[in-house]
């Protein structure tokens, strides 16, 4: 590969995309933004701009850009789930290495075929799980790694979705039904976390995998009795219920902006009742017993892993507050944390006279944690396309197959009743 910057095009110009770009601005070096496909106009013409991208550079969609001869190095492709592998084939076809979002397929059919095919066209292919790169979870491995706490025994870890988390993202919005989003909650939702368990585990692989789940809260039996169909419209309930959305976005209109807003995203300064409008006929603005959801707002995972090693993971959806929490027991002692809280405490058994355990607090900045991720990923991306050294959190595709199939695998026992299925790889 040439020196100079790594030549990027913008497959896909929404949210994330958008975050992963942000890299170029601050890194002119080492990445530039050269050009963009995305279907929406007035998205590829503003990403046109900020990144000063000539219009033959400019393309519709994924497609119109593979079959354009090849002018860049990669592609960063931020499309939404069910498309990830439609787009990415015909770009690997063209000689483009990826950056793809999570999840990078929605079934294992089309897992199996995008990993196949980044092997046939020796191509890059990295994945977005942009916490393996948040400071909390390297030094997780980075313990782990070190010996300190022996043979690991079990991980398990909680993602606690908040109430205005679960309504905005999930049950009434963009990933809020599996037939038209193609993702089910644990894929659009804790892919994450099942992927951080296996990467954790990397000297073992899951072997067997079961799980529960179902909607319990969500459900049109639970809308209080003379309940409306949208909140601002019809709703006795709109200034009490907890998910009014009068009181989840207008009463905190920056409250999940990109999502509920994104209807009004061409307007420079949206009023108050640009908002009121919206949510009267948005999605974001239903009852939420009564909207076109299908997903689990709870479910958990047990996985056996072949050196007999447990792990599981719990998604609680509706929850007060939302955070991560993770522990990890081995023979030596043990690592508990809290992601939001960016806190780890180490605890190495220790039987002398007077103790049980020794204690080490461990605070992750904000800074590392976060947003951190997001951009630490697309370094280690850059390093990855120019044959450089990558980071002990590298999610390239081979690496990232595993947990794509144990969340598949994991959703199909829960319609199963909750029976063990065998992870075969
Ligand atoms: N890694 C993470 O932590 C994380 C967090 C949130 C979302 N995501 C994932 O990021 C992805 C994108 O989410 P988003 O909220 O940014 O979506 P978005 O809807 O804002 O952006 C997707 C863009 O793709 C464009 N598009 C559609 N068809 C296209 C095509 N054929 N070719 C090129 N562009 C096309 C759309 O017009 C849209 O602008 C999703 O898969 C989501 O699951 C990942």
Redesign the pocket.
């Given at each position: 590969m040439e020196s100079g910057p790594l030549r990027v095009i913008i497959?896909?110009?929404?949210?994330?995309?958008?975050?992963y770009a942000e890299y170029a601005q601050l890194n002119k070096d080492r990445m530039q933004i050269v050009g963009v496909?995305?279907?929406?106009e007035s998205?590829r013409n503003m990403i046109a701009k900020r990144f000063s991208i000539p219009p033959e550079h400019c393309?519709?969609?994924?497609?119109?850009?593979s079959e354009a001869p090849k002018f860049a190095d990669a592609v960063i492709?931020?499309?939404?789930?069910h498309?990830?592998v439609?787009?990415t084939l015909p770009l690997l076809e063209a000689g483009y290495d990826v950056l793809l979002?999570?999840?990078f397929a929605v079934n294992e059919r089309e897992a199996r075929l995008l990993a196949d095919t980044a092997v046939r066209t020796g191509r890059k292919v990295m994945v977005?799980?942009?916490?393996r790169y948040a400071g909390f979870y390297r030094k997780i491995k980075e313990i782990m790694l070190s010996g300190a706490i022996g043979s690991v025994i079990d991980i398990h870890s909680a993602e606690y979705v908040s109430y205005h988390h679960m309504s905005t993202?999930y049950v009434r919005g963009?990933?809020n039904n599996s037939d038209r989003c193609h993702?089910t909650m644990l894929l659009?939702k804790c892919c994450?976390d099942i992927d951080i368990i296996t990467w954790l585990m990397s000297e073992t692989k899951p072997k067997f995998i079961s799980s529960f789940g179902s909607c319990i809260q969500y459900r049109p039996e639970n809308a209080p009795e003379g309940s409306g169909t949208y909140c601002l419209v019809d709703c006795p309930y709109v200034d009490t219920c907890v998910y009014s959305a009068k009181r989840l976005y207008l009463d905190h209109p920056d409250r999940w902006v990109?999502?509920v807003w994104?209807k009004l995203e061409n307007i420079e300064n949206p009023t108050d009742e640009d908002r009121r409008e919206l949510l009267r006929t948005s999605p974001y603005g239903r009852c939420i017993y009564k909207s076109d959801n299908n997903i689990v707002d709870h479910q958990s995972v047990n996985i056996l892993f072949e050196n007999g090693a447990t792990g599981s993971h719990s998604m609680i959806g509706g929850a007060a507050t939302g955070t991560r929490k993770i522990s990890v027991t081995g023979t030596k002692g043990m690592i508990y944390g809290d992601f939001e809280e960016g806190r780890l405490t180490v605890s190495i058994i220790n039987p002398d006279p007077g103790c049980e355990k020794d204690d080490t607090e461990i605070t992750v900045s904000e800074h590392e944690n976060h947003g951190g991720?997001?951009l630490k990923?697309v370094e280690d991306f850059v390093a990855y396309c120019k044959g450089e050294k990558t980071s002990v959190s590298c999610t390239s595709i081979d690496g990232s197959l595993l947990s794509h199939l144990a969340v598949f695998l994991a959703d199909e026992s829960m319609e199963k009743g909750g029976i063990p299925l065998e992870i075969i790889t």
């Open positions: 497959v896909g110009g929404g949210h994330r995309s958008l975050t496909a995305e279907p929406d998205r393309f519709r969609d994924a497609l119109a850009l492709n931020g499309t939404m789930d498309i990830h439609e787009t979002e999570k999840p977005c799980f942009v916490l993202s963009k990933w993702s659009a994450h990109v999502y994104d991720g997001d990923l």
